[in-house]
């Protein structure tokens, strides 16, 4: 099935966007809840910041907690202890369950939906061509509704979420231009310093979220005198330590499938940069990063492949471990994917992925 093409697609995704915002008064309670990598922030901070060029007085942009899935009963009960008069949920994912039912919720994202909520506005990128990531997507939405100059005040932002999740030759039409008047040596320094902030075992996705919230160039989270920089510095350091340290780890092979398994034990989220950086080293496996030591009792883990035509999220569908368990791992992109399990759930993945485990003697 051929994807439609980003440019037939945006239109009615703006019309889409209106709709909602029609329906929205003013004066409404709005909760921005969106994930909190560096894509996930940007998104979140151009909600933030161009909502009250529409006219909302009441914005609050929340970003989603460490190993936090949006549609479990404790992410419900904290976002819905924020009292919203209307939800939106960005680069978390698209799921039927839903995360505040009973609220206008409006999901914009780019990753596989796994069902989609009833009575909610649905704008995901994903089976578009090319797939627009979150910031970039919402960057775009906002397009028609604030004038032109407020909507290239915040081009770094978007270039910010596009750059960490696509690349340096990510498909965004503004990113050479963005580049050049932001300068890329800035950009890459923010994405950096963003995703460093949440990978560090303090996990602190508010110093970033403020910094894409009020700066005026990304220059800002290099600057001293800007609150917050000296400890974004330090997580910086901690993360690139955490990584030396992990790329020692060989590599373990599935008896039966394409995949690969390197296991780390760190307090850093540096479980998604140890598989991206062997998906170019084993670039016909599935490669995936399995750390014990993010989350107490939690494996976590994070999955990346190149193998053209591959899906990481059809991958582990093929393991069933029941209805809960199976709702906290394989959602994300086709080349990426992965997610949180009790040790012994994740035993259970691997056997069923074609792992040999040595079990104990007793």
């Known amino acids: 099935m051929s994807s439609q093409p980003f440019a ?14 029609a329906a929205v008064p003013h004066d409404a309670h709005i909760v921005v809840f969106c994930h909190f990598d560096a894509d996930g922030l ?24 460490k190993g936090e899935n949006a549609f479990t009963d404790a992410a419900r009960k904290r976002i819905g202890a924020l009292k919203p008069d209307a939800l939106v949920v960005t680069d978390l994912g698209v799921s039927s369950q839903g995360v505040l039912p ?5 999901y914009v994202d780019h990753h596989l939906p796994t069902g989609e909520p009833s009575d909610a506005t649905v704008i995901t990128g994903y089976g578009v061509d090319p797939i627009p990531n979150s910031a970039w997507l919402a960057h775009e939405l906002f397009r028609p509704f604030v004038d032109e100059e407020t909507h290239a005040a915040v081009d770094w932002v978007a270039a910010v979420g596009t750059l960490s999740d696509l690349g340096d ?5 503004p990113l050479a231009a963005t580049k050049k008047r932001f300068t890329t040596k800035w950009l890459k320094e923010a994405v950096v310093l963003c995703n460093a902030a949440r990978r560090a075992p303090a996990f602190d996705a508010a110093t970033p979220l403020r910094i894409l919230m009020t700066a005026e160039h990304p220059r800002a989270f290099g600057d001293e005198s800007v609150e917050g920089t000296d400890r974004l510095a330090r997580y910086r350091k901690q993360v690139n330590t955490a990584v030396r340290k992990a790329r ?19 307090p850093c989220q540096i479980h998604p940069l140890i598989a991206q950086q062997w998906r170019g080293r ?3 496996y599935a490669v995936i990063a399995a750390n014990r030591g993010y989350m107490p009792g939690v494996i976590a883990f994070s999955s990346r492949t190149k193998i053209p035509g591959f899906s990481l999220p059809e991958m582990y569908r093929t393991v069933d471990l029941g209805a809960e368990l199976n709702a906290q791992f394989g959602n994300g992109h086709d080349q990426a994917s992965g997610g949180h399990l009790p040790p012994e759930a994740f035993e259970r ?3 069923g992925l074609g792992f040999e485990r040595e079990r104990d003697a007793n």
């Open 248 to 266: 020692r780890v060989a590599p373990t092979f599935s008896e039966t499938r394409p995949v690969a398994l390197l296991e780390i034990d760190s």
């Open 8 to 21: 037939d697609f945006l239109p009615d995704a703006q019309t889409r966007f209106a709709e909602f915002w």
């Open 282 to 284: 084993l670039p016909t």
């Open 169 to 173: 030759k990510a498909p965004w039409p």
């Open 42 to 65: 940007a998104a979140g901070a151009l909600f933030g910041r161009l909502l009250p060029h529409m006219g909302y007085t009441d914005v609050h942009v929340e970003p989603s907690g």
């Open 102 to 106: 009973h609220v206008p919720t409006l």
């Open 349 to 351: 993945l691997l056997a």
